[in-house]
């Protein structure tokens, strides 16, 4: 019990001090998961309207593959982006293994997944609504897909946050690919276990502590844009 | 519902005139429909329905709830493929005659933006350039009365305005025809008597009108011609007056005094 | 009342560079450095933190570290993923070089291995030195041990001891005896929590702060030495090795300058690494162009 409150107190003070490696750490962990998380939006979005709303082969493989990436363990994807940016590995030459970009590509490799499934369920539900009404309009498939991610948009923003929940609370993967490097690529999650594995469970709980308030914080301002903007719009 | 009406008519009276030539040169008149059979879970809700729509007048399609009124205008749009039988838009398949032909539905499916980029969408989607696409939606909305609701979100529009925003969008693509599923089934007096002014001035303006009904006084108001359907069969077609008056059939005249719902 | 499509791509614009600028920042700040595996055991105690910086004063490259056990780290090395070694197993690290991975292996420091275990002490072997007859104690009276199990320096040495004992602990596997398969500080956090023995290096030991239940309980008499060494990868075999700065940063941690930091380290007055270079020399390695700054 005294670590928990100790906990809070410690999370209190850093906050109030705003510790500049504090922030500095802070500031990555949020570049590195709203990158990843954009990129993941940018492609999973139009592959799961693409998916929800084209027949083609191999359809039901890519859907099952999507579905089962949701669920994989981040240490795995970490350890694939890994072997991957290793220096003996096929992207070994570019140099991107321990650097903020590879964390970004274990993360987005996260991310894009479950944006893209959901995408799809979303687009799909949709598209019972709207499918006949936008081929009544002479809507071509392309146009229908754009037009079924626009007005999903709302539907979609909680995609994404799944996506950026998962990223953003996830240590295996950036901790093998970024390497927990001091101000290089040490970020929320890999501070709270290297302080854990420390022995200083409060300051790692604090470091928790302010991750989840963050996260909340997030979400809440993304929540109510949206209401706002749906109130809006219906 | 709270607009005034009187503004619709001044607006149709001054543009009928030119519109009405288009008409003659419509490509995608007469409508021949023969044998046509529509199934769905082994029922067959269309049962060989046959006819021929000419340009000119407006037809009303009459009949009970599940007689397949709205089956075969999503049928007319190429929206589903009938089990058998032939569709004919002048030689055209329902697919190849859409750009002539657009629909209001029952419950159109207003976009997610504002009433003008509704519009809007329904001329880009058709591929008319952007720089037109401004006043040909400024024309629409001024037809339909809409223009003090441009850049509002179309979805916090009433039931009666939503309606006229379907048809503003459907209209302004210039269709030889416009096909309408019960425009009126879910408005008050009000928005429906707006509603109907929006299809007489349509009508005048020469665009062919098929809609479907089941309100008869509306299909008196507006209807040049009735198809009536009961059950999947076209049972009746005939001028509108001589099916009020005379009806042929015993379902119609059950169906004009009121006896027959289902 | 058209602009409703170039909306969300301004936004998303918006966000990438809020997100983007910042990123670039980072990769752009540190443009000179190096990175070296090392081991939990230097991380954790925070040697590192201790005489990293006045090398990255000096040289003007900056030492990047990726912790890990000691067979993770050489791993990374094989793979030419870090410019050097710096670990703790020296029979791994000369095989390392010998399959010719690393150019040469250079003696840096040592401290020993303690074993640690709850007050209560179990299996009474509070205050002997012999490391070998205390883990046959343990073992005769089935009281709990957690084992790095993570194929770690430390791991290594735990099984070197069981094995002079002549007892497998493997069989025991998921019994008494519990491998954790992580860092150091989880392995004690682990036998804090549930009452084990474990093997640890002192200056891990020293600088843990979840010890709570745990006390010390064997220090070997000789010591049981835990010998650190540095290797530069071999450049031949892995070409984008920074192998000159690399060397600089091997040159001075084998300096006075260097052995004079490790030193220097200390945890609540006392000193947790015990430099032990072969060729110790006064002079500061001739890479680092300011030799003043200390």
């Given at each position: 019990m005294s670590d928990l409150s100790s906990a809070f107190g410690t999370a209190a003070s850093l906050i109030l001090h705003l510790d500049a490696d504090l922030l500095e750490i802070v500031l990555l962990s949020l570049q590195i998961s709203l990158l990843a998380t954009l990129f993941a939006a940018l492609i999973g979005m139009p592959l799961g309207a693409a998916l929800a709303l084209y027949r083609f082969p191999g359809r039901g493989f890519i859907v099952a593959m999507l579905n089962a990436f949701m669920g994989l363990p981040p240490v795995v994807v970490g350890l694939v982006v890994y072997l991957l940016l290793s220096r003996s590995g096929p992207l070994g030459p570019l140099g991107l293994l321990f650097t903020p970009t590879a964390m970004v590509i274990a993360q987005f490799m996260l991310a894009a997944p479950i944006i893209a499934a959901l995408t799809q369920q979303t687009v799909a539900d949709l598209n019972e609504e709207y499918d006949e009404q936008l081929r009544s309009l002479g809507a071509g498939p392309l146009r229908a897909m754009r037009t079924l991610l626009w007005d999903g948009r709302f539907s979609l923003l909680t995609a994404v946050l799944a996506g950026f929940g998962r990223v953003s609370a996830e240590v295996g993967a950036v901790l093998i690919v970024g390497g927990n490097i001091n101000h290089v690529t040490r970020v929320m999650t890999t501070t709270i276990a290297l302080e854990t594995s420390k022995g200083n469970l409060a300051l790692a709980l604090a470091l928790g502590l302010i991750l989840i308030g963050l996260s909340i914080t997030l979400t809440f301002t993304a929540q109510s844009i949206r209401d706002t903007a749906y109130r809006h719009y219906h | 519902m709270t607009q005034p009406t009187a503004t619709i008519i001044?607006?149709?009276?001054?543009?009928?005139?030119?519109?009405?030539?288009?008409?003659?040169?419509?490509?995608?008149?007469?409508?021949?429909?023969?044998?046509?059979?529509?199934?769905?879970?082994?029922?067959?809700?269309?049962?060989?329905?046959?006819?021929?729509?000419?340009?000119?007048?407006?037809?009303?399609?009459?009949?009970?709830?599940?007689?397949?009124?709205?089956?075969?205008?999503?049928?007319?749009?190429?929206?589903?493929?009938?089990?058998?039988?032939?569709?004919?838009?002048?030689?055209?398949?329902?697919?190849?005659?859409?750009?002539?032909?657009?629909?209001?539905?029952?419950?159109?499916?207003?976009?997610?933006?504002s009433t003008a980029a509704n519009i809007d969408y329904a001329l880009a989607a058709r591929g008319v350039p952007r720089k037109q696409r401004r006043e040909r939606v400024t024309e629409a909305l001024e037809l339909t009365n809409l223009n003090h609701l441009a850049r509002r979100s179309a979805r916090v529009l009433s039931g009666g305005e939503q309606q006229r925003l379907a048809i503003a969008r459907a209209w302004v693509t210039q269709p030889e025809v416009l096909l309408m599923d019960e425009p009126t089934s879910k408005l008050d007096p009000g928005a429906s008597y707006a509603v109907e002014q929006l299809i007489s001035a349509i009508r005048k303006q020469g665009t062919k009108v098929i809609m479907t009904t089941h309100d008869m006084g509306q299909a008196q108001r507006l209807g040049d011609e009735v198809l009536f359907l009961n059950r999947g069969r076209l049972l009746e077609q005939t001028p509108a007056k001589i099916f009020f008056e005379r009806p042929q059939s015993k379902q119609a005249a059950a169906f004009i005094s009121g006896e027959l719902l289902y | 009342m058209f602009v409703s499509c170039t909306r969300p791509c301004l936004l998303v614009?918006?966000?990438?560079?809020?997100?983007?600028?910042?990123?670039?920042?980072?990769?752009?700040?540190?443009?000179?450095?190096?990175?070296?595996?090392?081991?939990?055991?230097?991380?954790?105690?925070?040697?590192?933190?201790?005489?990293?910086?006045?090398?990255?004063?000096?040289?003007?490259?900056?030492?990047?570290?990726?912790?890990?056990?000691?067979?993770?780290?050489?791993?990374?090395?094989?793979?030419?993923?870090?410019?050097?070694?710096?670990?703790?197993?020296?029979?791994?690290?000369?095989?390392?070089?010998?399959?010719?991975?690393?150019?040469?292996?250079?003696?840096?420091?040592?401290?020993?291995?303690?074993?640690?275990?709850?007050?209560?002490?179990?299996?009474?072997?509070?205050?002997?030195?012999?490391?070998?007859?205390?883990?046959?104690?343990?073992?005769?009276?089935?009281?709990?041990?957690?084992?790095?199990?993570?194929?770690?320096?430390?791991?290594?040495?735990?099984?070197?001891?069981?094995?002079?004992?002549?007892?497998?602990?493997?069989?025991?596997?998921?019994?008494?005896?519990?491998?954790?398969?992580?860092?150091?500080?989880?392995?004690?956090?682990?036998?804090?929590?549930?009452?084990?023995?474990?093997?640890?290096?002192?200056?891990?030991?020293?600088?843990?702060?979840?010890?709570?239940?745990?006390?010390?309980?064997?220090?070997?008499?000789?010591?049981?030495?835990?010998?650190?060494?540095?290797?530069?990868?071999?450049?031949?075999?892995?070409?984008?090795?920074?192998a000159q700065d690399t060397q600089c940063f091997i040159d001075w941690l084998i300096s006075g300058k260097g052995q004079r930091a490790i030193a220097g380290f200390t945890h609540n007055g006392q000193q947790l690494f015990f430099p032990n270079a072969a060729q110790s020399t006064q002079a500061p390695p001739a890479c680092i162009a300011n030799p003043d700054s200390d």
């Open positions: - | 001044e607006l149709d009276s001054g543009k009928a005139a030119p519109e009405q030539e288009q008409t003659c040169k419509s490509p995608v008149l007469p409508l021949v429909i023969s044998e046509l059979c529509y199934e769905a879970n082994q029922q067959r809700l269309l049962k060989y329905v046959s006819c021929t729509l000419t340009a000119g007048n407006s037809t009303i399609i009459l009949g009970p709830n599940g007689a397949g009124k709205s089956l075969l205008l999503r049928i007319c749009q190429g929206l589903i493929a009938p089990a058998s039988g032939n569709i004919s838009w002048s030689g055209l398949n329902p697919v190849q005659a859409r750009p002539y032909v657009a629909m209001v539905f029952q419950k159109p499916v207003l976009l997610r933006r | 614009i918006l966000l990438a560079c809020l997100t983007l600028l910042p990123a670039t920042q980072v990769t752009h700040a540190g443009n000179r450095f190096i990175t070296v595996a090392s081991t939990t055991s230097t991380d954790n105690s925070g040697l590192l933190a201790h005489i990293l910086p006045s090398f990255e004063k000096a040289a003007g490259i900056q030492v990047r570290t990726i912790i890990a056990g000691t067979g993770r780290a050489i791993n990374l090395a094989e793979r030419g993923d870090v410019d050097a070694l710096f670990v703790h197993h020296p029979l791994s690290e000369e095989q390392f070089v010998r399959q010719g991975y690393g150019l040469r292996r250079y003696d840096v420091m040592y401290n020993d291995f303690v074993i640690v275990g709850p007050a209560a002490d179990p299996a009474g072997i509070r205050g002997m030195d012999n490391a070998v007859e205390a883990l046959r104690k343990i073992a005769t009276a089935r009281a709990s041990f957690t084992s790095r199990g993570d194929d770690s320096g430390t791991h290594k040495q735990e099984l070197s001891l069981w094995s002079d004992s002549g007892i497998d602990p493997q069989q025991y596997s998921g019994q008494w005896y519990r491998e954790t398969g992580s860092g150091q500080g989880a392995t004690l956090n682990l036998a804090n929590a549930i009452d084990a023995y474990a093997l640890t290096d002192y200056g891990t030991w020293m600088s843990f702060t979840n010890k709570d239940n745990l006390r010390l309980m064997l220090r070997g008499n000789p010591p049981l030495l835990n010998q650190y060494g540095v290797i530069l990868v071999n450049p031949a075999r892995h070409p984008h090795v920074k």
